[in-house]
């Protein structure tokens, strides 16, 4: 059974950092495509950045340029480093994952899911 724990989220000003963490347990995450979802209150659950098994990353323009989405493989783990936190990135962030190469999918082929944690970005 695949898990995935996220950890890492809280509270910052604009402009500020957080860098957040999936721990993956029941499958090594060479197997698996992962990618951060984030829902804001009232508004749908979207992709930010995505790794396909190789550990090649995607972005959303959203975030391009202030987000870098990484996989150690030795931790197995995916990570989000986000940079120059604005307003409008709040919202429960969320770790996915299926097994195979994939680049960007949408939420519904995402077989694995975390629990989710919350990003507050204050001005």
């Known amino acids: 059974q695949v898990q995935l724990v996220e950890s890492g989220g809280g509270s910052v000003q604009a402009g500020g950092s957080l860098r957040l963490t999936c721990a993956v347990s029941?499958?090594?995450?060479?197997?698996?495509?992962m990618c951060w979802f984030r829902q804001a209150p009232g508004k749908s659950r979207d992709n930010v950045a995505s790794?396909?098994?190789?550990?090649?990353?995607f972005y959303t323009w959203r975030v391009e340029g202030r987000f870098t989405v990484t996989k150690d493989n030795d931790k197995n783990t995916l990570n989000l480093q986000m940079n120059n936190l604005r307003p409008e990135d709040t919202a429960i962030y969320y770790c996915?994952?299926?097994?195979?190469?994939?680049?960007?999918?949408?939420?519904?082929?995402?077989?694995?899911w975390g629990q989710g944690i919350q990003v507050t970005v204050s001005s």
């Open positions: 996915a994952a299926r097994e195979g190469s994939a680049a960007w999918l949408d939420a519904e082929d995402y077989d694995y």
């Open positions: 029941g499958m090594p995450t060479t197997r698996l495509s």
């Open positions: 790794v396909d098994t190789d550990g090649d990353p």
